[in-house]
């Protein structure tokens, strides 16, 4: 049981390793096989199937003793084994396949025991079960993953082999294939009752191998007196019962029915004589009637073809068998992808299998996973003891042959079979719902509104096909009309390849006429053999139609060809870049407006991209829109500007372009006749222009320079003249007259508003020399007597000008001031006259009062005597008219110390007085020692006395 256990722990973890490795693989990518004269291969597209097995091994004494000695039983059930772990894991891997397999041995050692049947009971005493049993899974990466490969060959070469060798010292004495057959029905029945998951077809099936004619002990097959003869039929007969077809223990109704089960026989025998004719014809009815075959192996090389050529119609799979020794080529493309699969039929011979590859003439040897020349890449080699695995990705095209060396006849080494899998080719463009606008040729055809021929074409794996140096893929197609009238031919050289797999033809599928068009397609490509004719890789048909259109188109309404264009407008001093207006027409197949747009391009927003070039340089791209309210007319501007700058003059282009494609408008019913319209247009800059206002200097004085005129006349009034100038605005530059005006010789007229407000009208005359380009306005103001601001008023807008000029403003005003001067103003020489009148009566009151304005009377100094009498000390002094101060010296006055006396008339402060002096005394210093009021006859102190005024 520990042994049975590990056994199962090394199955379930390692159970993709139950596949074999007797085998030498070439696995050759996207290429193809066809035979060389005998072998044919053709895809069979058969599809893998998985199957419960039972493999019956004959344990009788004859085995042991006579016809098997060496246990080549056990060698055909382990090759039984590997081969269905080939299957699954190579030959099947994309199907998921499991296959389950049980190795059981038989004999005849029961004792007798004889129902009322007759019947030999138990059977399962006769049997012995070696391999339980085992699931095969799918899914391994043998090749590539060295340990679980590693793991596998120890279970292979260890453990499983020892199950079913365990077999080879159990004699189980006589032959009782019934007994056999009872122990593969438990077995295939416990399978029944346990179904793996449904994975395609799954099969039933019994190996039988023997090495002749029943033998039952309860028939006294060991003790017949000596004469007798053992007769087979009546076991025989016992095996056809129970192997009916019709029966429930093993039946067959039919290939895919999941009860039926295959019966196929091995004759394993070393014995000369032959096998007796019932035994053999009742072997081959019942493999017969159970879908198998019998096969007999003589000697030991022939052991394993027979286990393969008996299970090959079982499991079945894409492959195919290709003869060792015998020449065969691999052609690019014709199949996709082939593998070459060499089962190793002999375990002890030491085989060398070699690959001779003849191309172009030069012979290439691939031995031991080394290839004689670079071009042959061996991407993947794996070796085995004598069985060897090569992958090829990809193979070189050419002529292939598989041999063993030292040997004639390597067929009875090798069963080799090759996997052929055709490539697809599928059109991608036109399929069978395409319907194609029927458009008659050019001006109205547009080559866009129908399609190219489109070819994706992959391998078997679903990638896209590369192709190889030498050997391209050449594609043909018809397209004919269905009245016959019109076929268009697409030779190789109209294919393109846009990459790997995807082919398209260079120019599209003509529909000039409606109706329907059917087309063929056919890929071939050279053979390797420069003999043979090209290959058919695959051909394709199918059909489509073509529908009568409506024309539509469009036309550019402006600008129009040749217009000249003003590129600016002006704004005051600046060049504002001026738009350009673009209008685009809808027009139905007649050149009438289209009155149905929405029904053709209904979901279209931007229909029309227009763009503007200067020679070849794109200066702008805009989008039209729909007019509102008309049904065909589509508006858009320019800003004809770069950077808010305005552009050079020159010639123009303008562009639209039509934004619908087939996408955008029902093209079974409609096509579009011009996708393009194109106009020159010229463009020329507009100059802002300005007038400098210039008053000249004499226009400052509102009156001449002439005081007598002035102040005996009343004042003569001073002209005044102006200039104007047309300048540049922005270069301040005078430009000439008749250069930017478009009558020069016009009337014109400027207006001069005085303070008051009454604007008066003023004619120019033009000056225009090479020294001076000037309007003139001359001797003005000789009637306008008002002081204040004045301005000069020119109306530009009134004045037309050249193409390439424009006004910055409408009106241009310089404004001066009239003022007088001091000197020219009337009125001020009046009041100069006034003034000197005055001064002249002013000195004349001023003299007068001068002299007649100073104090009158006496003034002297006196003094009392003792008795009240009055003494005179100075004076008395006369007081004088003129000056008004008088100033009185003396030399009592000096000698108390005063310097002079300053005195004045004054008015009185006492209202009873008429006259008043003011009396000062000034001493040596400076200071006023005395300074006081005086009235007639009223003495005040002064000094050591009096003074007193009389």
Known sequence: MGQQNKINQISNRYSWLVSALFFIILIVSSQSVQAKETVALQGENQTCTAIDLVVVIDQSDSMFITNDKNGRRFDAAKTIVNYLGNHATWLCPEQEIQHRVAVIGFGDRSIYVADDEGEDNPYRQDIAIYLPPTTIPQDVDFASDTELREAWKSYRDGTASNLINSGRSNN???????????????????????????????????IMITDGEPCLFWRGCDNLPEGDFYSIQPDLNLINDLTNANGNDFPFRGDSNPDSVFISVLLLSQRNQDFTQS?????????????????????????????????????QSSLQ???????????????????????????????????????????????????SSPDVKITDYVVDGQNESYVFAPPVPGEYRLEVSGQVNCADFLDVKIESRPVSGQVLVPDESAVYPATPQFPFYNEQVTDRFQIMVTDNDGNSLQEFPGYPLMLEAIVTSADGVHEQHFTPADFVKIEDGVYESKTPIQTPVSGGYTWQLFATVKHPDPTA????????????????????????DTPIEGDSLNLNTVQGNRQ??????????????????????????????????????????????????????STHQFTGEFTNAQSNNILTPGIYTIDVEALWDRDDYNVLN?????????????????????AVITPSQSALTLHEDDWRANMLQGGRLQPFDFQIEIVNALTNETLPLETVLADPNATIQAAVIPPSGNPMPVPLTSLANENFQQLLGQNIGTDVAEEGEYQIELQTGDLPLHEGYAWSTSEQIASFSRQDTIKTTPATWRTIGLVILLLSTALTAVTIRIWTGGPSGKLEIVSRGTYGDQQTEAGPWRLRRMPR??????????????????????????????RALHVIAVDKNGSHVYDSILYPDFPEPFIEGEIVYK
């Open 533 to 556: 004719a090209p290959l058919p890789v695959f051909n394709s048909q199918g059909s489509f139609t073509a529908n009568e259109v409506l024309t539509f188109g469009f036309e550019l």
């Open 885 to 914: 101060k008088n100033r009185v010296r003396h030399t009592w006055l000096k000698r108390n110390d005063i310097k002079h006396l300053i005195v004045r008339k004054t008015e009185p402060l006492d209202p009873d007085q008429k």
């Open 279 to 315: 035994f053999l014809s009742t072997w081959e009815n019942i493999a017969e009637s159970h879908g198998g075959t019998l096969k007999e192996a003589r000697s030991a090389p022939r052991l394993s073809p027979l286990i393969a050529e008996m299970l090959q119609p079982i499991v």
């Open 321 to 371: 068998s290709v003869t060792c020794g015998q020449s065969f080529w691999i052609t690019p493309y014709a199949n996709n992808l082939t593998f070459l699969y060499a089962f190793a039929l002999v375990d002890d011979e030491d085989i060398d299998v070699r690959i001779n590859i003849l191309r172009d003439g030069e012979e290439i040897e691939v031995q031991r996973g080394q290839a």
């Open 670 to 690: 409609y096509a579009p006749y011009n996708k393009m319209e194109s106009v020159n247009i010229s463009q020329y800059v507009v100059v802002p222009l300005t």
């Open 172 to 206: 189980l004495n006589a032959t009782d294939h019934r007994s056999g057959l009872l122990g593969a029905r438990d077995i295939l029945q416990e399978w029944r009752n346990e179904p793996l998951p449904a994975i395609g077809i799954r099969r039933q099936a019994v």
């Open 576 to 629: 504002v870049p001026q738009s350009i207006p673009v209008l685009v027409n809808m027009l139905d197949s007649t050149g009438n407006p289209l009155t149905n747009r929405l029904e053709i391009i209904p979901e279209l927003k931007e229909v029309f991209e227009a763009r503007l070039y200067q020679g070849a340089t794109l200066i702008e791209t805009i989008i039209l829109q729909a007019k509102p309210g």
